[in-house]
């Protein structure tokens, strides 16, 4: 059974930076995608970043060039470096993982394969 758990939210100030990890075990394969998600209460669930197998990666336009996806060389810890933090990045941020498949064009985030979920971490970002 894969679990993930996320670590390193917290509360900064607008323009400052975090770094969220989420520590991926169980999982056996070899193609996957992983990825996180961000969700404000009352909202839908975002996509805000991905990463697959073949080291391909996406990121949603809101976090682009601020936000950047990365997983360590052992593939069981996967990062989110956030810099230039706003205060819409408030939000409880999860990370995800699926396997079998890749990052496609017409689901560059996997939205249909993950099957795993942590269960969050809040990042709340103060103006």
């Known amino acids: 059974q894969v679990q993930l758990v996320e670590s390193g939210g917290g509360s900064v100030q607008a323009g400052g930076s975090l770094r969220l990890s989420c520590a991926v075990v169980g999982y056996t394969w070899n193609t996957y995608c992983m990825g996180w998600f961000r969700q404000v209460p009352g909202k839908e669930l975002e996509a805000v970043a991905a990463?697959?197998?073949?080291?391909?990666?996406s990121h949603s336009p809101s976090v682009k060039g601020r936000f950047t996806i990365s997983l360590d060389k052992s593939g069981t810890i996967l990062y989110l470096q956030m810099n230039n933090l706003k205060p819409e990045d408030t939000a409880m941020y999860y990370c995800a993982a699926g396997g079998g498949t890749t990052i496609d064009v017409r689901d560059p985030f996997c939205k249909t394969a993950m099957t795993a979920r942590g269960k969050g971490t809040l990042v709340t970002i103060s103006s």
């Open positions: 990463i697959d197998s073949d080291g391909t990666r």
